[in-house]
């Protein structure tokens, strides 16, 4: 069936969608809350907020279609660098999010992860975060990743000083590291690399999400901004996945 994106219901397109040929892992960086709040003379932090209920639909819509894994963009490396009043709004929208939603993951059989540098959340965070970890992770279904604190490079350089501290100690040797080896040491260790990465409010670049794990990835940006991420903009996302020619270097 062929449907005009603006006329179509999400019923519509969902009945477009083809189960076989789903991502296993979507990857999305959530952009644009503090231009969605701006432009209505909201403070930034109303954006964060507003972009909560984009989580639910986009989360609600995977476990929906059985995609393995979702890997979210919620707080980078850089993000540090903000207003801190900005910062503890957002610490604490997680914080909050985590305490009411996860009885509903763990009902939904969903399993939550983390990825990033989580030492440098603040402790009351990183104590609701492994709770929450810790409660859903004999959960079979929606792998929900949440990345935090995290950076691309930052990853990588770990993934080096963790590499050369095992040759350091002989359990590796220098000829062993190789592409398969040096994923093992990622965050995503055990996770397929994104096939799908969407990120909204138009923005056309990587901004240090999964640098490693993107190289194959397909690409979705649109000018949606996050708060306004319905399902039918994620069916929308992943109709344009499904018409793709994904030839990873072959013919
Ligand atoms: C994304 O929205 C959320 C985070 C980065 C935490 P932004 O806050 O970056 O919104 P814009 O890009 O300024 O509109
Ligand atoms: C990327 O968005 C990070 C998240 C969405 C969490 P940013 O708003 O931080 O990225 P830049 O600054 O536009 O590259
Ligand atoms: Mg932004």
Redesign the pocket.
């Known amino acids: 069936m062929s449907i005009s994106s603006e006329n179509a219901t999400e019923q519509d397109l969902m009945s477009c969608i083809v189960k076989e040929n789903l991502p296993r892992h979507v990857a999305i960086?959530?952009?644009?809350?503090?231009?969605?709040?701006?432009r209505r003379d909201l403070p930034?932090t109303e954006?964060?907020k507003a972009?909560v209920k984009s989580v639910k639909s986009a989360v609600e819509l995977c476990g929906e279609l059985e995609i393995m894994v979702l890997t979210l963009?919620?707080?980078?490396s850089e993000?540090w660098k903000?207003p801190a009043l900005?910062v503890n709004a957002?610490m604490n929208l997680l914080l909050e999010q985590l305490k009411e939603e996860t009885p509903e993951l763990n009902e939904k059989n969903i399993q939550l992860k983390a990825i990033g540098d989580l030492s440098k959340l603040p402790g009351k965070v990183t104590r609701e975060l492994n709770r929450s970890m810790k409660i859903t992770r004999n959960n079979t279904g929606l792998i929900l990743n949440l990345a935090l604190s995290y950076g691309g490079r930052q990853e990588i350089v770990r993934v080096t000083q963790s590499i050369a501290n095992d040759v350091n100690n002989g359990k590796i040797k220098i000829k062993d590291i190789n592409e398969k080896l040096f994923s093992k040491y990622l965050y995503t260790a055990g996770l397929p690399d994104p096939d799908l990465i969407i990120r909204?409010?138009g923005?056309m670049r990587i901004s240090n999400f999964l640098l490693w794990q993107l190289a194959y990835s397909e690409i979705y940006v649109t000018d949606t901004?996050?708060p306004d991420f319905s399902k039918k903009e994620f069916l929308l996302a992943l109709l344009s996945y499904q018409k793709r020619n994904r030839r990873f270097g072959g013919v």
Request: hydrophobic letters at 30%; glycine letters at 14%; proline letters at 0%.
């Open positions: 960086t959530m952009d644009g809350n503090g231009r969605w709040a701006t930034r954006g964060h972009g963009y919620a707080f980078s993000n903000r900005e957002l909204t409010s923005e901004l996050w």
